[in-house]
T-cell receptor, first 111, second 115 residues
Framework: SQQGEEDPQALSIQEGENATMNCSYKTSINNLQWYRQNSGRGLVHLILIRSNEREKHSGRLRVTLDTSKKSSSLLITASRAADTASYFCATDGAGRRALTFGSGTRLQVQP | DAGVIQSPRHEVTEMGQEVTLRCKPISGHNSLFWYRQTMMRGLELLIYFNNNVPIDDSGMPEDRFSAKMPNASFSTLKIQPSEPRDSAVYFC?????????????FGPGTRLTVT
């Protein structure tokens, strides 16, 4: 089973609105990463948050981590049509030394 | 740097044929990962290497799949014989280290269709 599970599976918003995606995981982690995948392309790293961090910002991105609830959220503020993509969380843990990716959230930003 | 390079970008083959996918990681990266992505199963880690040595191949679906990394700048993923259920997009990724605190850089992928 997936270590990370994102919800919602799909999200459609209007340009300028904020988009929030959530990730839940099962076992304890050292780090959690978020990636973006545009249609037909490879994944691109967005941000990494460590297990001892609670919040991190990068431009219009805000990531939170709640290790007690084993969950993370990715907030994209003032969304743009170019933010249309799938977003994945990736975690370590579950006895593996490599990242395990969730199933992703498909974000559609309507212009 | 050109990023992670994969070839071919598209491959269409008939069931039973041998398929070889190629990857050139980013220069200076010492970890390389092979993933498979399908609608049904999402993104699956197949195998990863550190300093050209396979570390974990538990994600390789069966013996028909094999991967090699003869040097720091080249890796192959081979499927022999191929089956229709192997149809997927195969990604190669590299990173500076194996620790999960390092970000991974993905190639553009190889879309494999087995008929």
């Amino acid at each position: 089973s997936q270590q990370g599970e994102e919800d919602p599976q799909a999200l459609s918003i209007q340009e300028g609105e904020n988009a929030t995606m959530n990730c839940s995981y099962k076992t304890s982690i050292n780090n959690l990463q978020w990636y973006r995948q545009n249609s037909g392309r490879g994944l691109v790293h967005l941000i990494l948050i460590r297990s001892n961090e609670r919040e991190k910002h990068s431009g219009r991105l805000r990531v939170t981590l709640d290790t007690s609830k084993k969950s993370s959220s990715l907030l994209i503020t003032a969304s743009r049509a170019a933010d249309t993509a799938s977003y994945f969380c990736a975690t370590d843990g579950a006895g593996r030394r490599a990242l395990t990716f969730g199933s992703g959230t498909r974000l559609q930003v309507q212009p | 740097d050109a990023g992670v390079i994969q070839s071919p970008r598209h491959e269409v083959t008939e069931m039973g044929q041998e398929v070889t996918l190629r990857c050139k990681p980013i220069s200076g990266h010492n970890s390389l990962f092979w993933y498979r992505q399908t609608m049904m199963r999402g993104l699956e880690l197949l195998i990863y290497f550190n300093n050209n040595v396979p570390i974990d191949d538990s994600g390789m679906p069966e013996d028909r799949f094999s991967a090699k990394m003869p040097n720091a700048s080249f890796s192959t993923l081979k499927i022999q014989p191929s089956e229709p259920r192997d149809s997927a997009v195969y990604f190669c990724a590299s990173s500076f280290g194996l620790a999960v605190s390092y970000e991974q850089y993905f190639g553009p992928g190889t879309r494999l269709t087995v008929t």
